[in-house]
């Protein structure tokens, strides 16, 4: 299968298999107007499959927040056909309306305009809390 | 209670002290100050402490001691309701039966924010309120052996407590309750985190004897989804007379109070009993918090 190489944009590799199309949710990429692939199962030495996102124009996001969805991935920035960066996203320090909350006795359960925002407690752990009334996030 | 170091919690009982010591001092440092006391679900303590404390330091109060008296009851939001006292007030108190609004609150207000408790989550000034008491009644926190007993799982209280005790070296924990109501891991990590010596048990008489401080609490009804598990503990711990008879003569029996059965009624007169004087104390450290809040926010 081909997929034509990008000259200006991201291609976000390593995509645990079957987190493809988290990944494409949570960047929101159905709105881009650019091309946008999505490998589902993709032969990877390292992982066995994988999937990866290659995306022909230039994002304007934040994208170490991927790194709360699987911090292995890897992000390959491309400027001029050339791969110009590439990094693991790193824990964010917040999070904010990836999650919902889910204690049913939080502030949030019943004032549906708050943001669901966690932050981040114990990097080792991975472990983020609600920012209100400081529960577990549910991985 | 994490919004607090050690030394502003010490100072909060150095004040406190001189509050006691020297009331007059105090009697109009809040003239035309005013406090609103925002409780969105009932309280006793809690309510009547921060109005007493507000007007023994010469303050007015204004506010609600229901949600059903306020806007909250037509939907309006924690923060619209705060952005609005905040017109009125210099100073808030609030308790609100989510967890987390007093977040949501100190987000949206001009004037500061008091937690007077907020769910199952945190209620700080109750934990000032005890750690007052037992530097009054103690003298001081190092060494002590500190027994917790009852519901240790949704008592916000034990949790604080035991947060604000472990940072005092040489203070040991006893925790006391049923398999089901144990104090969550989450509580303990500070304590096994900073090498705080604890022991987990479900009889309370085999520890009385090592006890300097019994801190009872109560199985909260409100806390639990299904009546049944309520009704099964709610009778696990009852301190008697006789169970007392073990313990050391200078023990310290605490509560937050309001108590149903767990301490007994006759061990009201016995002088080892400050449940009542811990509840003053709880008037004594609020008027602390308010002077030392409104000095930082003038």
């Given at each position: 299968?081909?997929?034509?190489?990008?000259?200006?944009?991201?291609?976000?590799?390593?995509?645990?298999?079957?987190?493809?199309?988290?990944?494409?949710?949570?960047?929101?990429?159905?709105?881009?107007?650019?091309?946008?692939?999505?490998?589902?199962?993709?032969?990877?030495?390292?992982?066995?499959?994988?999937?990866?996102?290659?995306?022909?124009?230039?994002?304007?996001?934040?994208?170490?927040?991927?790194?709360?969805?699987?911090?292995?991935?890897?992000?390959?920035?491309?400027?001029?056909?050339?791969?110009?960066?590439?990094?693991?996203?790193?824990?964010?320090?917040?999070?904010?309306?990836?999650?919902?909350?889910?204690?049913?006795?939080?502030?949030?359960?019943?004032?549906?305009?708050?943001?669901?925002?966690?932050?981040?407690?114990?990097?080792?752990?991975?472990?983020?809390?609600?920012?209100?009334?400081?529960?577990?996030?549910?991985? | 209670m994490a919004d607090l170091s050690v030394a502003e919690i010490d100072d909060l009982i150095v004040t406190s002290q001189d509050?006691?010591?020297?009331?007059?001092?105090?009697?109009?440092?809040?003239?035309?100050?005013?406090?609103?006391?925002?409780?969105?679900?009932?309280?006793?303590?809690?309510?009547?402490?921060?109005?007493?404390?507000?007007?023994?330091?010469?303050?007015?109060?204004?506010?609600?001691?229901?949600?059903?008296?306020?806007?909250?009851?037509?939907?309006?939001?924690?923060?619209?309701?705060?952005?609005?006292?905040?017109?009125?007030?210099?100073?808030?108190?609030?308790?609100?039966?989510?967890?987390?609004?007093?977040?949501?609150?100190?987000?949206?207000?001009?004037?500061?924010?008091i937690n007077?408790?907020?769910?199952?989550?945190n209620h700080p000034t109750q934990t000032l309120a005890d750690l007052l008491t037992i530097k009054l009644e103690k003298g001081h926190f190092e060494g002590l052996?500190v027994?917790?007993?009852?519901?240790?799982?949704?008592?916000?209280t034990v949790h604080s407590l035991v947060h604000a005790m472990c940072r005092y070296p040489g203070v040991r924990f006893?925790?006391?309750?049923?398999?089901?109501?144990?104090?969550?891991?989450?509580v303990k990590l500070p304590l096994k985190e900073g090498g705080v010596p604890y022991?987990?048990?479900?009889?309370?008489?085999?520890?009385?004897?090592?006890?300097d401080v019994?801190y009872?609490?109560?199985?909260?009804?409100?806390?639990?989804?299904?009546?049944?598990?309520?009704?099964?503990?709610?009778?696990?711990?009852?301190?008697?007379?006789?169970?007392?008879?073990?313990?050391?003569?200078?023990?310290?029996?605490?509560?937050?109070?309001?108590?149903?059965?767990?301490?007994?009624?006759?061990?009201?007169?016995?002088?080892?009993?400050?449940?009542?004087?811990?509840?003053?104390n709880?008037?004594y450290i609020r008027?602390a918090l308010?002077l030392k809040l409104?000095e930082e926010?003038?």
């Amino acid at each position: 299968m081909n997929i034509d190489a990008i000259k200006n944009g991201l291609v976000i590799d390593h995509i645990k298999a079957g987190q493809g199309m988290k990944v494409y949710d949570f960047l929101d990429l159905g709105k881009l107007d650019c091309s946008v692939a999505i490998i589902q199962n993709a032969t990877s030495s390292k992982m066995g499959i994988k999937d990866i996102i290659k995306i022909d124009s230039a994002l304007d996001v934040d994208l170490n927040a991927l790194g709360y969805i699987d911090p292995i991935i890897t992000i390959n920035v491309i400027q001029d056909s050339v791969r110009v960066k590439k990094y693991h996203p790193e824990l964010p320090e917040t999070i904010t309306n990836i999650i919902r909350c889910r204690n049913p006795r939080c502030i949030t359960s019943t004032e549906q305009q708050l943001p669901h925002v966690f932050k981040l407690t114990d990097r080792q752990k991975d472990e983020y809390r609600c920012l209100y009334c400081e529960s577990k996030a549910a991985r | 209670m994490a919004d607090l170091s050690v030394a502003e919690i010490d100072d909060l009982i150095v004040t406190s002290q001189d509050i006691i010591r020297s009331p007059e001092k105090y009697r109009d440092i809040c003239r035309y100050k005013k406090l609103a006391t925002l409780f969105f679900e009932p309280s006793t303590r809690t309510r009547l402490s921060f109005e007493a404390a507000m007007y023994e330091l010469g303050g007015q109060v204004l506010g609600f001691s229901e949600a059903s008296s306020s806007s909250a009851a037509k939907g309006e939001s924690v923060a619209d309701t705060i952005r609005t006292v905040c017109c009125y007030a210099d100073i808030i108190a609030m308790r609100h039966p989510k967890e987390g609004a007093p977040t949501v609150a100190a987000t949206h207000a001009s004037v500061p924010i008091i937690n007077g408790g907020d769910g199952g989550h945190n209620h700080p000034t109750q934990t000032l309120a005890d750690l007052l008491t037992i530097k009054l009644e103690k003298g001081h926190f190092e060494g002590l052996t500190v027994g917790l007993c009852g519901d240790l799982k949704f008592g916000r209280t034990v949790h604080s407590l035991v947060h604000a005790m472990c940072r005092y070296p040489g203070v040991r924990f006893v925790l006391i309750s049923p398999e089901e109501l144990k104090v969550p891991s989450y509580v303990k990590l500070p304590l096994k985190e900073g090498g705080v010596p604890y022991d987990q048990t479900t009889d309370l008489v085999s520890v009385l004897p090592e006890l300097d401080v019994l801190y009872m609490t109560r199985v909260q009804r409100e806390r639990f989804f299904n009546e049944d598990d309520y009704v099964r503990l709610k009778d696990s711990y009852i301190l008697t007379s006789e169970k007392l008879t073990c313990a050391k003569p200078d023990l310290s029996i605490m509560h937050p109070l309001p108590r149903v059965n767990e301490i007994s009624t006759e061990i009201d007169p016995d002088p080892r009993a400050c449940y009542f004087r811990q509840a003053l104390n709880g008037k004594y450290i609020r008027m602390a918090l308010i002077l030392k809040l409104l000095e930082e926010s003038a």
